[in-house]
C-alpha cells in the first residue's frame, strides 16, 4: 500500500494539534474519513436527496437505489447469501441490542443461559444484563487467560443444555485479540447454540465471512472502518431473521397498518426483510457512506491492510518495550492480535497520560474503554490505548516514542 | 464579578478507577485560567515543558498548557467547585 497516497486521501490528517502534526491513534474509537466517503455523502445531499421506498418521484427513487445498492456492496463485503440478510442500524450498539430485544425476549426464559466472555464490550453485555433482569434467564461469563486470550475450554465448559446462545468478541477492543469465532461458532452449533459475533473491531481489519465462519449474527459499526457516524450492520441469517419479531415499530417496517379490520385497534403486518427492522426513516446518506468505505477497502485489499496495521504494532511494541517507564498489557505476539496496544506509562494516570500526549498532537483514549471488567480481571485502574490504521506510519511511531521518552523524567 | 462559569467550558469525569476528573478551560480564558493557578499553587514539578505538577492546600493536580487541568480523587462535584473558586477567582 502506498501509504502517503493513502493519507492524501483524508483531509483531517493536515491539522495541527497544539503546534503539531496531528497524529492519530486513537483508531479503535472511530477513524478518519477519506475524501471517497465525504464526497459520496456530499454529492448525496447536492444530488440525491429524497426519502426512501414507496415515493414514484425522481429523487425518492435515486435515494432509494443508492440505499439498496450500498446494501448489496456491504452484503458482499461480508459474503451475506442475501442483502436481505442485512438490517442498516446505528452501530455495533443498536445491533447487538436488536438481537437481545427482538430475539431475546421472545426466545429466552427462566433457566434459560446466555454465554459471554470476560473480555466483551459493555455494549455486548448490558443489553443482555437488562433483559435478564426481564426474561429472569441466566448469563454465565467465560473467562479470560492472564495473556488476554479467552480461555476456550472455559467458554466450551460453560455451555450447557441450557445455553440458547453464545456472544463474542471477534477482536477485542482493549486489547487486540482476535478470537477463533470459527471454531467457537462450530462448538455452539454442535451444542444447539446460536451464535452471535461482535465485529466492531474485526470487519474493519481483516476479512470477514459470515458463512464461512458460521455465523448466525454479526454485529459492526461504520465508523470504525472510514465510513460515517450513526450508521451500522446487523447481519442475520434469513431463517434467524423471518422468524424474530421487529425491534422497533413505526413506518418502513409495516405493509399494512388497518383500522377497519381491526375491530377497534389496529391489525398490522410486518415488512419483508431487511425492512421489517428497520422502523422509520433510515440513515440513508450514513448507508452510502459506507459502502463508499467498503468500497475504499476492497480497493486497498483487507489483507494488506491487517500486514500494515500488524508491521506498524510490531515496531511500537519493539520501540514501547525499550521504554522504561511504559508497561505494554495483555500479550505482544501478533499471530494473535491486531495494531492494538493497551499500555500504562510510569507516574501518569491514563488520562494524564492522553491529556500530556494530546499536548504533542498524538490522540489516544484513555479509561476502561467500555470494557471494565476485563480491566477489573488483570486488576488495571485504567489504560491508554494506542490503536492504528492504514494511514498510520513508522514516523508516527517515532515521534510518539520520542514523547515517551521525554516523559521518562518522572 | 467573575465566576468558575467565565473561566471552564466543560468538566468531564473518566471512566477509570482513579476517579480523574479533567476541567477543560475556555479557550480565550485558558491564559487567563492558567496565570492564575501558577500564581496560586505550589509548582513540584515542570514535566517535559508542557505539564505542571501542582499543589494546593495540599491537593495534587496537574496542569496542561493547552488548557486541562486534571485532578485525582476528588470527593464530589461541590469539593472541586470549592477548589476551582480559590484557584480562579
Known amino acids: 500500500m502506498d501509504i502517503q497516497a493513502i493519507r492524501r486521501d483524508f483531509p483531517i490528517l493536515k491539522r495541527q494539534i497544539n503546534g503539531y502534526p496531528l497524529i492519530y491513534f486513537d483508531n479503535a474509537a472511530t477513524t478518519q474519513k477519506p475524501n471517497q466517503v465525504i464526497d459520496a455523502v456530499t454529492d448525496f445531499y447536492q444530488n440525491h436527496n429524497g426519502n426512501v421506498h414507496r415515493a414514484v418521484h425522481e429523487l425518492s427513487l435515486e435515494a432509494t437505489e443508492l440505499y439498496e445498492q450500498s446494501r448489496e456492496e456491504i452484503a458482499k463485503f461480508i459474503n451475506a447469501k442475501e442483502p436481505s440478510e442485512l438490517v442498516f442500524v446505528r452501530g455495533t450498539t443498536e445491533a447487538i441490542n436488536l438481537v437481545a430485544y427482538s430475539w431475546g425476549l421472545s426466545n429466552l426464559n427462566k433457566g434459560d443461559e446466555v454465554l459471554l466472555s470476560l473480555m466483551e464490550h459493555h455494549a455486548n453485555i448490558v443489553p443482555w444484563e437488562i433483559t435478564s433482569k426481564i426474561k429472569r434467564f441466566t448469563i454465565k461469563y467465560a473467562s479470560v487467560k492472564p495473556d488476554g486470550t479467552l480461555d476456550y475450554e472455559d467458554f466450551e465448559s460453560k455451555i450447557t443444555n441450557k445455553t440458547k446462545i453464545a456472544c463474542l468478541s471477534h477482536v477485542s477492543n482493549v486489547t487486540g485479540i482476535i478470537n477463533d469465532v470459527k471454531s467457537v461458532a462450530k462448538i455452539a452449533h454442535d451444542h444447539g447454540v446460536l451464535m452471535l459475533v461482535d465485529g466492531a473491531q474485526s470487519v474493519p481489519h481483516l476479512s470477514v465471512d459470515v458463512q464461512d465462519l458460521g455465523m448466525d449474527f454479526l454485529a459492526f459499526s461504520g465508523h470504525k472502518m472510514l465510513g460515517p457516524t450513526g450508521i451500522g450492520v446487523f447481519y442475520g441469517k434469513e431463517e434467524m431473521l423471518k422468524k424474530m419479531p421487529p425491534f422497533m415499530g413505526g413506518g418502513e417496517m409495516i405493509k399494512e397498518v388497518s383500522y377497519s379490520q381491526g375491530h377497534g385497534q389496529c391489525s398490522i403486518s410486518w415488512n419483508d426483510l431487511p425492512w421489517k427492522f428497520e422502523a422509520g426513516t433510515p440513515n440513508i446518506s450514513g448507508a452510502i457512506g459506507l459502502a463508499a468505505a467498503v468500497r475504499y477497502l476492497k480497493s486497498l485489499g483487507l489483507d494488506n491492510v491487517l500486514a500494515h496495521e500488524k508491521t506498524l504494532a510490531k515496531y511500537a511494541i519493539e520501540c514501547m518495550n525499550e521504554c522504561q517507564n511504559v508497561n505494554i498489557y495483555g500479550p505482544s505476539d501478533l499471530t494473535k492480535k491486531l495494531g492494538i496496544i493497551p499500555f500504562g506509562l510510569k507516574g501518569f494516570s491514563s488520562h494524564e497520560a492522553a491529556a500530556a500526549f494530546n499536548e504533542y498532537g498524538i490522540m489516544m483514549r484513555s479509561g476502561f474503554h467500555c470494557a471494565q471488567p476485563l480491566h477489573e480481571l488483570f486488576k488495571l485502574e485504567s489504560s491508554i490505548r494506542a490503536s492504528f490504521y492504514i494511514y498510520n506510519t513508522e514516523a508516527e511511531i517515532d515521534s510518539f516514542i520520542e514523547v515517551i521518552k521525554e516523559f521518562n523524567q518522572i | ?89
Open chain 2, 1 to 89: 464579578m467573575s465566576t468558575v462559569a467565565d473561566y471552564v467550558a466543560r468538566i468531564e469525569g473518566t471512566c477509570g478507577a482513579e476517579s480523574d476528573v479533567i476541567v477543560i478551560f475556555k479557550y480565550e480564558k485558558k491564559d487567563e485560567a492558567i496565570a492564575s493557578i501558577l500564581k496560586k499553587a505550589q509548582i513540584k514539578n515542570k514535566i517535559a515543558g508542557i505539564i505542571f505538577e501542582l499543589n494546593f492546600e495540599g491537593t495534587s493536580f496537574r496542569l496542561y498548557t493547552s488548557g486541562k487541568a486534571i485532578f485525582r480523587g476528588v470527593k464530589n462535584r461541590q469539593e472541586l467547585m470549592d477548589f476551582l473558586v480559590k484557584l480562579l477567582l
